[in-house]
């Protein structure tokens, strides 16, 4: 079981921190949740394997989450809202810790990540909308921290070189916006 200890720390680092902003009307608003959870005796992570079946990113391993719509009136609610359809966590289930960098994605949405942890002890009764997502994944954070599972690359991106980081786990890998999510949450649990 992962210490309270552990989970103080982290929700004091991700509630204190100040996450840069990007200014970019013109781009489609979306939000994500890395929702942290208890999962055989210690905290995991939990992912989502998209469908075939999604108009982007078909088969990529990403957070639950997707666009805002004007009735969420909120990009925290679209974050909730979507954990809710893509994978069944009620709302009430989740404890927000606050938010991580916005980034642009490959698709151009404006991504506004969320951190926060599912409070109902596991097994949680996950029912994943078989529309949107193929499979869930729950990866310990410690696999996550460990360096034999990372893979970093020099990417030239538009003119501009740049370390990206990518995360395997078991047959997958977990890579694009979603590790650069993981990236930063890790670098700042971890400072």
Do not use: C
Request: proline content about 6%.
């Amino acid at each position: 079981m992962p210490s309270p200890a552990q989970l103080d720390d982290i929700r004091a680092r991700v509630a204190a921190y100040r996450p840069a902003s990007i200014d970019e009307p013109a781009l489609a608003r979306a939000a994500v949740l890395l929702p942290l959870y208890q999962h055989a005796g210690e905290l995991a992570v939990l992912f989502t394997v998209r469908s075939e079946l999604v108009e982007h990113h078909k088969g990529q391993i990403s957070f639950p989450g997707g666009g805002y719509d004007a009735a969420d009136g909120d990009l925290r609610v679209t974050a909730l809202r979507e954990t809710w359809e893509e994978i069944g966590v009620a709302r009430e289930h989740v404890e927000l810790f606050g938010q991580l960098d916005e980034m642009v994605t490959i698709s151009d949405f404006l991504v506004r990540p969320f951190v926060g942890l599912i409070t109902q002890p596991g097994p949680y009764p996950f029912v994943h909308s078989e529309v949107e997502v193929a499979q869930i994944l729950e990866v310990p954070l410690r696999h996550l921290q460990h360096a034999a599972n990372v893979v970093a690359e020099e990417r030239t991106y538009q003119g501009r070189t740049m370390m990206t980081y990518s995360y395997r786990f078991g047959d997958h890998l977990i890579w694009g916006a979603t590790a650069r999510i993981i990236h930063g949450f890790l670098d700042l649990v971890q400072r």
